[in-house]
């Protein structure tokens, strides 16, 4: 989700590091960074007009594959979610759980964008 | 435990013990529940014990997990046998140390696997099968074990002997003492039908052998027979069938029948009333049923004799499918009453590997019952005209020859039978219950019903009747039954592409915003993808996000996270200086090769940040796309035909490739198979493709809706002795119309399976252009061929689209590091999934 200022001072201990810059993301769809040797998972939900990002790793069968993953919603609540390109397990971008009824839990990160670059929140 | 509620305390908590616990919980909460299990889990379903070994894990097989029993006020002890009854002081004793009293007490025991007492039956390698643990133990010793057999040719044995082909045991025996398979299910004839397919599968079969002795030192290495012969194995399971679980009833004292089993009235109670027996250990009127349906239902009658409602068991029919190995078997009814009680109408077809017999009283009026070996689609239906003694039609031999008019309708079969018809046997759900719920509570998905009234949770084999059930009622009540997309979309997959077309929708989220709701998702987005693509053909890459990942990469995902390279080979011809550009790029970028099963070849292994350069050097040589990641036309195979071949009668190759090359690149509702054939002799298996073609002394036969895959069916004869205009002319039609109107990943096969009015109606529009579509249908066929583009021709010149095939849009230079291969005969394969 993108961050509003006040929310981000109140989240000192968050550290922002350059992920990459905002075309770098394809629209409507996800991309992959590498930090220090982390996979993270980067979405450009343009239509929601919203970013997020989550580990790269699907916990299924331990692919690094769900930037390749298809993105939308479910529910009367539009939770937003991605579905791996694997075997089509989903996954809720705001808290990281598994959507299609598994016990998996995907790490989720704060995303904000400034001038045309994006920025990930690593604790 | 200090509680005024009286004590109900189940021992065993297997399947059965969870049903009575789920069924008194339902019915009442005046009782405090105490459960003790002996074994580790808690209650799994056994029935589907093997699929174990296909990949499901102990939690997927759990009847409800430990929180369910919390959750509802149910005290269970696992790993904790009861080792004593106190029938005095109305108390068990555990191995624990448990003192627990008891106002009730129910026996769930079930039964352990009965070991025939052999000599040498306690060497390492030999196994019982029964519980996961059982399974571990199997599973451990598979890896380094070769040969292996199992004793006992019943449902389980067989059951069991296919477990052992899917761990990689090659041939594996099946010993049997009797002079037949599956002696208490079906008959002589129906046993040689039965194993002339299960050696087909790889099973040998060894009858009327009585196993004398087990060799080896420790560990088994051979089976010795009374009739002095032997075979070597290495590893032994035995299913010679059950034995009851009654040793604590005896050591308390309560009734056992001669051969074991707790004896039980009609009540459920045994010799002491208040104590009960359930399931596999109890014996009522001499029979124990090894089946859980009964154990269901007598779960049912203790329930309501704790809660004072009148119930009582009365038999159970044994009616049962065999399940798994891929055959069908099933028996129902009376299988093995014969003349002069009834009259029998046998069908032996061991051409087709068909034998089905069904026993008919000797007024002709009712059908007692059955045995069907090879074919069990009608196995609901026969089952019900005996449990509902429906009166037969005129002809009973229809029942199994299938009517010889036109096309019979499934769904009516069941809407026909009366309303307290058990459609599911194992939840005991009537007909009537199903009706109920789809036309009062307006349940209309599979699902719903399944949580509603339970049937189909079970066994599952009354899935397709619940279907047509459904299906059925909608009608009746004259709603219409559409399916739609998914959340996102209330059309069916037709009617979207209609609405896309004549409002000139372009891309996706245009139609989102006209006719969905919501952000889409992983269903919607290929479906419009694959309906945009249709209708107007562009490059799909440039909706890159809205395409499922193969087509986002032009590429097939393969495990670990390469993708496959696969150029279009049309008709599978080739030049030796186009192979040698093959093995040379695949030898650059250090792929897998492979000869795939349409003629052509696949190169495994590439990283996405590859590709681009891949295909750059593919299509300099003339490749072109093979579209193997889409939902497109794939191969059009051939065979050799009249250029070399001393039978061919027509040159199949040049029209194979004329085919393929007129409708490559066409995106569908799934993808696409075509063949030619030079004769009837048939090489290039073209009946088993959407569209064969076969030469014809005078021209070209044309089949539609041939599918391979996991239910292979024939391609049906469209039109005979055509030229090959007019062959082209009927694919353009057929493709186009199919295109239109099928629903989302549907192929042909199932699509004509699905048409009202089936083949005939297909016939009249495609022949006789009996909806006046075929003018139109042409000319959208011909826009979409004329306007074929390589989508890799596209991207590799587009350096805007070649920067996607990145794997780091940070760091695009790097490949991903955790992409690992294993080294494989000279090749590579991929790491396994961890
Ligand atoms: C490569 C190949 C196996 C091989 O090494 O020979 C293959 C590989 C796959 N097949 Fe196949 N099939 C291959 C020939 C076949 C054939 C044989 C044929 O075409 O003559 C069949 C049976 C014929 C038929 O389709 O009717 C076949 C029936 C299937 C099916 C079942 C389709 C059905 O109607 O039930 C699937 C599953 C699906 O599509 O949903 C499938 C799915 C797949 C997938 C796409 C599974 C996946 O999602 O990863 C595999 C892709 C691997 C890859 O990346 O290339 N594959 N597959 C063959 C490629 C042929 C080609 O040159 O394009
Ligand atoms: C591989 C396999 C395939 C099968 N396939 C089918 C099929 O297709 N269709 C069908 O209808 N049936 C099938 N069955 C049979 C079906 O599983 C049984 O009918 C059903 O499980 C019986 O349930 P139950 O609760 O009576 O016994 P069980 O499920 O055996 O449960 C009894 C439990 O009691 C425990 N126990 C025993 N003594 C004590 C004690 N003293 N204290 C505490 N606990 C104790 C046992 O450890 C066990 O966990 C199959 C069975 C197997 C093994
Ligand atoms: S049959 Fe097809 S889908 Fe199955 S493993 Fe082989 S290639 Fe893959
Ligand atoms: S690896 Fe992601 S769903 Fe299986």
Redesign the pocket.
Same mark, same amino acid.
């Given at each position: 989700m993108i961050n509003t200022d006040t929310e981000l001072q109140a989240e000192a201990s968050i550290q922002w590091i350059l992920a990459c810059k905002e075309e770098d993301v394809p629209e409507n769809g996800g991309a992959c960074i590498n930090y220090k040797g982390e996979q993270i998972a980067i979405f450009n939900f343009t239509r929601r007009k919203e970013w997020y990002a989550t580990q790269n790793l699907c916990p299924h069968k331990q692919q690094m594959a769900l930037a390749r993953g298809m993105i939308g919603s479910a529910g009367e609540s539009c939770e937003p979610k991605v579905a791996c390109p694997f075997h089509k397990k989903t996954f809720s971008l705001l808290s990281g759980e598994c959507t299609s009824g598994e016990d998996y839990t995907i790490k989720t990160y704060p995303v904000k964008l400034s001038a045309g670059q994006v920025f990930i929140g690593i604790q | 435990m200090t509680t005024t509620k009286p004590a109900v305390v189940i021992i065993g908590n297997g399947m059965v013990s969870y049903k009575f616990c789920e069924k008194l919980i339902a019915k009442t909460s005046n009782f405090e529940i105490i459960v003790f299990g002996e074994e580790s889990r808690p209650a799994y379903d056994r029935v589907h014990l093997s699929e174990y070994f296909n990949g499901k894990s102990a939690e997927d097989l759990s009847m409800s997990p430990l929180t369910w029993y919390a959750e509802n006020g149910i005290h269970l002890h696992l790993n904790d046998p009861v080792k004593e009854i106190n029938r005095e002081e109305k108390t068990v004793h555990t191995l624990k140390g448990i003192n627990q009293h008891y106002d009730y007490l129910i026996l769930a025991t079930g039964s352990s696997a009965f070991v025939p007492d052999i000599p040498g039956i306690e060497k390492q390698g030999v196994f019982v099968y029964r519980t996961i643990e059982d399974l571990d133990l199997i599973l451990a010793y598979a890896a380094n074990a070769k040969e292996a057999a199992v004793i006992g040719g019943g449902l389980l044995g067989l059951e069991a002997a296919k477990a052992l082909i899917d761990l990689g045991i090659k041939e594996p025996h099946v010993i049997e003492f009797a002079p037949r398979l599956m002696p208490r299910q079906i008959d002589q004839a129906g046993s040689k039908m039965l194993q002339m397919k299960l050696n087909e599968l790889g099973l040998k079969i060894h009858l009327n052998k009585s196993t004398s002795r087990i060799g080896g030192e420790d560990k088994i290495d051979a089976l010795h027979f009374a009739d002095d012969t032997q075979i070597p194995v290495d590893m032994l399971i035995i299913s010679a069938g059950i034995r009851p679980r009654d040793e604590l009833a005896q050591l308390s004292g309560l009734k056992i029948g001669t051969r074991g089993g707790v004896v039980v009235n009609d009540y459920m109670q045994t010799s002491d009333e208040s104590i009960f027996a359930i399931g596999e250990c109890a014996l009522h009127e001499g029979m124990i049923y090894g089946l859980v349906a009964p154990g269901y239902e007598m779960a049912d009658v203790a329930v309501n004799t704790l809660c004072n409602s009148e119930k009582s068991f009365s038999g159970y029919d044994m009616s049962t499918k065999l399940k798994l190995i891929g055959i069908d078997v099933a028996s129902f009814g009376d299988p093995f009453i014969a003349e002069p009680d009834c009259r029998s109408i046998v069908m032996d077809d061991s051409h087709k590997g068909v034998y089905k017999r069904i026993n008919i009283s000797n007024d002709g009026k009712h059908l007692l019952g059955g045995i069907l070996v090879g074919d069990a689609t009608s196995y609901n239906m026969l089952l019900q005209t005996v449990k509902n003694h429906i009166i037969l039609p005129p002809n009973p031999e229809d029942l199994i020859l299938g009517s010889r008019g036109e096309s019979t309708n499934e769904g009516s079969g069941a809407m026909s039978l009366p309303d307290d018809a058990l459609i599911c046997s194992c939840e005991s759900v009537s007909k009537g219950a199903i009706l109920h719920a789809v036309k009062e509570d307006h349940i209309t998905t599979l699902d719903g019903i399944k949580k509603c009234t339970k049937a189909g949770t079970c066994c599952g084999g009354c899935v397709p009747m619940v279907k047509d059930l459904i299906a059925g009622s909608l009608k009746e009540s004259g709603i219409y039954v559409k399916n739609v997309i998914c959340e996102h979309f209330n059309y069916s997959r037709q009617e979207l592409l209609d609405v896309i077309k004549i409002n000139n929708v372009k891309i996706y989220d245009e139609a989102l915003d006209h006719f969905g709701k919501g952000d889409g998702c992983e269903t919607c987005k290929p479906v419009v993808a694959s309906i945009l693509s249709s209708l107007w053909n562009d490059v799909i890459v440039k909706q890159g996000t809205t395409q499922d990942s193969n087509d986002r990469y032009l590429a097939?995902i =393969?495990k670990g996270g390469t993708y *496959?390279v696969?150029p279009r080979i049309p008709g599978g011809e080739i030049t030796p200086d186009k192979l040698i550009i093959l093995g040379q790029i695949a030898k650059k970028y250090a792929l897998y090769t492979?000869i !795939? @099963? @349409? =003629?052509?070849i696949?190169m495994f292994g590439a990283h996405v940040n590859d590709l681009p350069d891949i295909w750059e050097e593919l299509i300099d040589a003339g490749f072109e796309s @093979?579209h193997?990641y889409g939902k497109a036309l %794939? !191969?059009v /195979?051939s065979c050799v035909g009249s250029t070399w071949c001393r039978f061919g009668l027509h040159d199949s190759v040049s029209f194979a490739i004329e085919i393929e090359e007129r409708y490559r690149g066409i995106r569908a509702p799934?993808?696409i198979?075509g063949g030619v054939s030079g004769c009837v002799r048939e090489c290039a298996?073209a009946q *088993?493709k959407d569209f064969g073609i076969i030469a014809t002394e005078k021209g070209w036969n044309l089949y539609i809706c041939g599918? @391979?895959? *996991? /239910?292979p069916q024939h391609a049906q004869l469209l039109a005979s002795d055509i030229d090959k205009e007019t062959c082209i002319k009927y694919i353009d039609r057929f493709l186009m119309f199919y295109i239109k109107t099928a629903d989302p990943?549907t %192929?042909t096969a199932t699509w004509l399976n699905k048409m009202e009015g089936g083949l005939p109606y297909l016939k009249n529009v495609i022949l006789n252009d009996s909806i006046e579509i075929c003018g139109q249908l042409e000319s959208e066929m011909q826009g979409l061929v004329d306007s074929f583009h390589c989508e890799w021709k596209e991207v590799v010149n587009n350096p805007e689209l070649r920067k996607r095939f990145v794997h780091f849009v940070n760091a695009p230079e790097k490949k991903d590091p955790t992409v690992e291969f294993d080294s494989f005969r000279t090749q590579i394969k991929a790491k396994d999934w961890l």
């Open positions: - | 097939n =393969q *496959s696969v492979k !795939t @099963g @349409g =003629q052509r696949d @093979g193997a %794939r !191969t /195979k799934h993808k198979k298996e *088993s599918n @391979g895959g *996991s /239910k990943l %192929r």
